[in-house]
């Protein structure tokens, strides 16, 4: 096993990592993060910064104007880029935007990616993806689609609501999941899209989230009559939850690559913290129960670091990595969140105040648990695998 990143690649790494700290990190005090994520201004600024560096859209195609990076190499540059949580929104490649340029890549006619995706990956469009309805419909269990497509003549008539669809607020369009019948029948999911605003769309209200650094928030939308012409239909009809999975495992992956570094963050100012503050005659760091939460953050660090390369390393061996990207969307949510949570725990009353940016990020890792597939529906896929495997 070659463990080494190419001099190419460590060096993309470093000019990452530079242009974070310089550019981005100063930015991260700047008043135009709102609770619902950075406003209009505040993003086109950051893209502008990463368009400059010519930084953007490290996950894209070169067709389309990235850096065309194999999975592993996305790896190292989506980690560096997370080192601040403004980066990846620079850099374009934040969720939900970074999973859906993925899927139209994969998918979409080339009108559609004319239409849809060379904007947004130009870095002047944003947009969102609405699975997720209330009660009782789908959240773990996409069986549970209530929203319906209803096709009548050369279109499709939409109905239904979705929530805590990320970004909706702002974005210039969306990909909508929904049931699709036609002729009476019913077809399974199919994944639509619409440019936004539209007659048809409302955006209810934006949720107050735990969160803060996702660009529009996460919102409540409403599909009342939404009409969608029959060429907006991205991919076939009947083929929405296959195209979810194209969509989810990589976008799974790269959520953990970005929040390994902003974990890693977390635990450089903590570390830092704790080699200079003293209490009862010695610095923090080497009181034992302040020293061994920091060896357990590198502890849980390295080995996601790990997981996540090698998954990354599976997908660019053209292996589907369901499995391993299951089990390293626990780890790395579950040990992201611990290294954030002893993180707060060292930096002492500070930790929970924004004098640092230790505290956003342990209030936004929290969700990680839960999106892309919470911890508990992992652990039962890769039990069920286990079953399968005895049996
Ligand atoms: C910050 C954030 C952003 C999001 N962004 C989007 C977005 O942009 N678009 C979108 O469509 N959705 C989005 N979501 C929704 C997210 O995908 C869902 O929250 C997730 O799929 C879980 O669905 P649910 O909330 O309905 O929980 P439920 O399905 O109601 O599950 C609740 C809990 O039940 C338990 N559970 C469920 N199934 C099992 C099982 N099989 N075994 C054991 N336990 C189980 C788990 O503990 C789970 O947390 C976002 C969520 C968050 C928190």
């Not at 929203?147 to 279109?155: L, M, Q, S």
């Not at 009947?238 to 690559?257: E, N, S």
């Not at 004098?355 to 999106?371: G, H």
């Amino acid at each position: 096993m070659d463990f080494s990143l190419s001099p190419e690649l460590t060096a993309l790494q470093e000019r990452v990592g530079t242009f974070i700290s310089e550019q981005i990190i100063p930015m991260e005090a700047d008043p135009r993060r709102t609770p619902h994520g950075p406003d209009a201004g505040l993003r086109a600024d950051l893209v502008s910064k990463a368009r400059d560096a010519g930084l953007l859209n490290p996950q894209v195609s070169r067709e389309f104007g990235g850096m065309g990076l194999s999975h592993l190499e996305k790896a190292v540059v989506l980690e560096a880029a997370g080192y601040s949580m403004l980066g990846p929104i620079a850099m374009n490649c934040a969720a939900p935007d970074e999973g859906n340029m993925h899927l139209m890549e994969a998918v979409a006619t080339e009108a559609q990616k004319a239409r849809w995706l060379r904007p947004m990956t130009e870095g002047r469009t944003r947009s969102c993806f609405c699975m997720t309805e209330p009660h009782p419909g789908a959240g773990s269990d996409p069986a549970l689609l209530k929203t319906t497509a209803v096709k009548r003549g050369d279109r499709f008539v939409i109905n239904g609501e979705k929530w805590l669809i990320t970004g909706a607020d702002g974005a210039a369009f969306a990909i909508i999941m929904a049931r699709t019948i036609v002729d009476g029948e019913d077809l399974g999911a199919t994944m639509f899209l619409c440019d936004l605003p539209a007659s048809g769309f409302t955006i209810s209200r934006c949720m107050d989230s735990m969160d803060s650094s996702f660009a529009g928030g996460h919102a409540v939308v409403k599909f009342d009559n939404l009409e969608i012409p029959e060429t907006d239909v991205l991919g076939e009809v009947g083929k929405g939850f296959r195209y979810a999975q194209v969509r989810l495992v990589p976008a799974r992956l790269t959520h953990c690559m970005r929040w390994l570094g902003a974990a890693q963050r977390a635990h450089d100012i903590a570390t830092r913290h704790a080699a200079q503050r003293e209490a009862f005659g010695q610095t923090l760091i080497r009181h034992e129960g302040v020293g061994f939460m920091l060896a357990d953050n590198e502890i849980d660090l390295h080995l996601t670091r790990l997981g996540v390369r090698h998954c990354a390393w599976l997908l660019d061996q053209g292996e589907r990595g369901s499995f391993e990207s299951s089990m390293i969307k626990v780890q790395a949510s579950e040990a992201c969140f611990r290294v954030a949570d002893r993180a707060v725990q060292t930096l002492g009353g500070m930790g929970v105040t924004r004098e640092t940016e230790v505290e956003r990020i342990f209030r936004d890792i929290r969700a990680f648990r839960i999106y892309d597939g919470p911890s508990e529906v992992h652990r039962w896929s890769i039990a069920r695998r286990l079953e399968r495997r005895i049996a």
